[in-house]
C-alpha cells in the first residue's frame, strides 16, 4: 500500500513571490507516477504537474516545477511568480505504473495544502 | 474544459430518501473512479471500474453502490441516505497516466 504525507496544511506566500509545498510518500514500487493537482474554490481537480519515476529530470509547466528525490521519496512543488489564482487546495498524488489488478489504477491523495496568495 | 460531467452540483436531501449521483464522460475511458472527499479536503476512493460491468469498492468503505452497464456512464447510488453520508463525491476517469476529475457534488442530508 502507499502513502502520500503532506505536512503543510496551511501556506500562503506575496504575490510575484515563490513558494514550495512538500510531499513525501512511500512506496515499494519502482515505477509509478506522482501528481500534483490543484483545487480551487470551483472544485474542479486540475492537474498542475506529473512525474514518471523512471525520469530523473524534474518536470516543468511554465511557472510550476517539482523537485524529485526517488531516494528521500519527496516531490515537492515549487510555484514561481505567484498569482492571486494560483490560490487553491493543492494535493499531492501516487499512482503505480501497473496495478496489483493489472486493470484500474488509483490514485493515492495527500491531505492537501491549502496556498493562499496574497496581493 | 471538462469531458467528465456530474450532476447534480449540490444536492440537499432529507434522511432516508433514496438518491443517485450522475457522472458521464464523453472520452471513452475505460476506468472510472468514485473519490468521497470529506470537511477535512482529503479524497479517498470508493468506488472504481475498469471497464462495463465490472465495478470494485475502494480503501475507504462506503454504503453507497455503483453500477457500469454504459462505457460512458458511472452512477452511484445511496439507498438510504443518511447525516453521516454528507459530503463531497468526486467522480474521475482515466486512461493510461492521464486522469480527469468532475466538478464534483456536494451532498447535504439533513
Known amino acids: 500500500a502507499q502513502t502520500v504525507t503532506q505536512s503543510q496544511p496551511e501556506m500562503s506566500v506575496q504575490e510575484a513571490e515563490t513558494v514550495t509545498l512538500s510531499c513525501t510518500y512511500d512506496t515499494s514500487e519502482n515505477n509509478y507516477y506522482l501528481f500534483w493537482y490543484k483545487q480551487p474554490p470551483s472544485r474542479q481537480m486540475i492537474l498542475v504537474i506529473r512525474?514518471?519515476?523512471?525520469?530523473?529530470q524534474n518536470a516543468t509547466e511554465n511557472r510550476f516545477s517539482v523537485n524529485f528525490q526517488k531516494a528521500a521519496k519527496s516531490f515537492s512543488l515549487k510555484i514561481s511568480d505567484s498569482q492571486l489564482g494560483d490560490t487553491a487546495m493543492y494535493f499531492c498524488a501516487f499512482m503505480p505504473y501497473l496495478s496489483s489488478s493489472g486493470s484500474a489504477r488509483q490514485l493515492t491523495f495527500g491531505s492537501g495544502t491549502q496556498l493562499t496568495v496574497l496581493p | 474544459e471538462a469531458d467528465i460531467y456530474q450532476t447534480p452540483r449540490y444536492l440537499v436531501i432529507g434522511t432516508g430518501k433514496k438518491i443517485t449521483l450522475e457522472c458521464s464522460q464523453t472520452?471513452?475511458?475505460?476506468?472510472m473512479y468514485w473519490y468521497q472527499q470529506d470537511p477535512g479536503m482529503e479524497l479517498h476512493l470508493i468506488h472504481y471500474?475498469?471497464?462495463?460491468?465490472?465495478?470494485e469498492k475502494g480503501d475507504l468503505s462506503s454504503e453507497s453502490t455503483v453500477s457500469r452497464i454504459r462505457t460512458e456512464h458511472f452512477p452511484l447510488t445511496l439507498e438510504s441516505a443518511r447525516p453521516s453520508h454528507t459530503s463531497q463525491y468526486l467522480c474521475?476517469?482515466?486512461?493510461?497516466?492521464?486522469?480527469?476529475f468532475g466538478s464534483g457534488t456536494r451532498l447535504t442530508v439533513v
Open positions: 474521475a476517469s482515466s486512461q493510461g497516466k492521464s486522469y480527469t
Open positions: 472520452m471513452g475511458h475505460d476506468k
Open positions: 512525474q514518471e519515476a523512471y525520469k530523473q
Open positions: 471500474s475498469y471497464g462495463v460491468n465490472s465495478t
